[in-house]
């Protein structure tokens, strides 16, 4: 597994040269940032020599003509590559910026491009760790889903004895390695899951992101499962290790999806597939005149309803976008599409849902709870999805 390695500025920074060796040692391949405090304190060639790898300490560095591109965007491609940022020491400055963020260096831009998960080993002062600001920025990164391995109490590099030394190298790599135990908990599954939009032509000529879907994906491959993602058009990148199937109308996306299903334990409808459709286009273009037009639209095939028929002892996960009565919608369409959890959203709310990176669901369960998930990226989202998942099917075993 892929690891990339963050290093803020300050005296622990050394220790994360023996993080990089702990990890390597649990079978990780690592990849180290520097922020441009940390080199002051340890030089990018310690790094370098440890992992075999390219340091990275700036996020414009030095490039012939035919690399600049590649340069320009590599903290995108870091976060594509690695499954887990682990940032040891992480100062009080980066807490206030991924809090926040702010982005003006190669780690805190490439922590805004990245969707896995996030460990953070803080090192400061011990007036720091007990600021209210800090406490609010940890706050706030914990609810994102963040592992914070707590610092340790001692005599700090100022004189001050408490809290706030930088955990052993040893006590990160293993939480790091707990974090991906614990996560594989989808081996063995397969798992079907249908995300963007569909799109029903009216000729031969002629708003779902997808972003939930392909998170929900991205996760379950991280926890171990073998994902089929089965997509309308987007425009997202591919993920890598995942078998990925693009359609575009809602005929096609029914027809791979009951082609997979045999093979699926798991099921999870994220897509908003159209409603309706011209069931039988011209094949020629329609010419625009002055005179009004009227088509006549057939209701698209119900999906989630058709694989509620069939699920036998699957788990089907379907979603529900509403305006209204929020939760009593998802409650029924629970009930009648034979789903065993409904991800029920408010696509009136501005800023979450639909194209947005971020969301705020509430997950109705086959077991008659509700489970709010406050507003998230939608990697968090997934994740909670798949925990409360994991639950729900332990509970309907144990009471079979």
């Given at each position: ?9 300050g005296i ?10 702990a ?27 440890l992992?075999?790898?390219k340091?990275l300490?700036?996020l ?21 590559e ?10 009080a400055?980066?807490?206030?910026k ?7 260096d190669i780690?805190?831009t490439m922590?805004l ?10 090192a400061?002062?011990?007036n720091?760790?007990?600021?209210a600001?800090?406490?609010?920025n ?7 889903g963040h ?6 109490d001692?005599?700090l590099?100022?004189g ?5 030394r930088l955990a ?6 293993a939480a ?34 997808g972003?939930m879907?392909f998170?929900?994906?991205e ?6 499962a073998r ?10 990148p591919q993920?890598?290790g ?6 575009q109308t809602a005929?096609e ?7 997979h299903?045999d093979?699926?334990t798991v099921i ?21 005149t002055?005179a009004?037009?009227s088509i006549?639209?057939d ?7 058709e694989?509620?028929k069939?699920?036998g002892?699957?788990?089907l996960?379907g ?6 009565n929020?939760?009593e ?6 009930e009648s ?9 408010l ?6 849902g639909?194209?947005?990176d971020e969301?705020?669901?509430v997950?109705?369960l ?5 489970v709010p998930?406050r ?5 968090v989202i997934a994740q909670r999805?798949f925990?409360?998942m ?8 144990a009471?079979q």
């Open positions: 597994m892929n690891v990339a390695l963050g290093v803020g500025g622990a920074a050394y220790k994360s040269a023996e993080l990089a060796r990890l390597m040692e649990r079978g990780f391949a690592v990849e180290v940032m520097l922020t441009r405090a940390a080199e002051e304190f340890i030089r990018p060639l310690t790094f370098a020599a992992t075999g790898r340091v300490t700036n414009f560095s030095a490039a012939s003509a035919e690399d600049t591109l590649s340069s320009a965007i590599e903290h995108i491609r870091v976060a594509q690695n499954e887990i940022l682990v940032v040891a020491q992480a100062t400055d980066l807490f206030a991924f809090a926040h963020g702010l982005a003006d780690l805190t922590y491009a990245f969707t896995g998960h996030v460990v953070l080993a803080p400061m002062n011990t720091m760790w007990n600021h600001a800090t406490r609010e940890l706050r706030v990164l914990r609810e994102r592992l914070i391995v707590e610092p340790g001692g005599e590099a100022c001050m004895i408490g809290p706030g052993e190298p040893a006590v990160i790599a790091v390695a707990d974090l991906v135990a614990s996560r594989r908990d989808l081996e063995g599954e397969t798992i079907l899951v249908t995300a963007g939009p569909t799109q029903e032509p009216l000729d031969p000529v002629r708003r779902s992101s972003k879907g998170a929900l994906a996760e379950a491959a991280a926890r171990g994902v089929v993602l089965i997509s309308g058009p987007v425009n997202l993920p890598r995942i078998e990925v199937i693009y359609v005929n996306m029914r027809k791979v999806v009951m082609d299903l093979k699926a999870i409808k994220a897509a908003a597939v159209a409603d309706y459709h011209r069931s039988n286009p011209p094949k020629q273009k329609v010419k625009k002055a009004r037009m006549e639209l209701p698209t095939p119900d999906i989630l309803a694989v509620g069939k699920k002892d699957r788990m996960i979603f529900a976008a509403e305006t209204e929020l939760i919608e998802a409650r029924r369409k629970l599409k034979n789903c065993d959890m409904v991800v029920a959203n696509v009136s709310q501005e800023g979450i639909f194209e947005s969301n705020e669901v997950l109705v086959r077991a008659g709870q509700t998930v507003r998230a990226a939608k990697r999805i925990d409360e994991i639950k729900l099917r332990l509970a309907l075993h009471s």
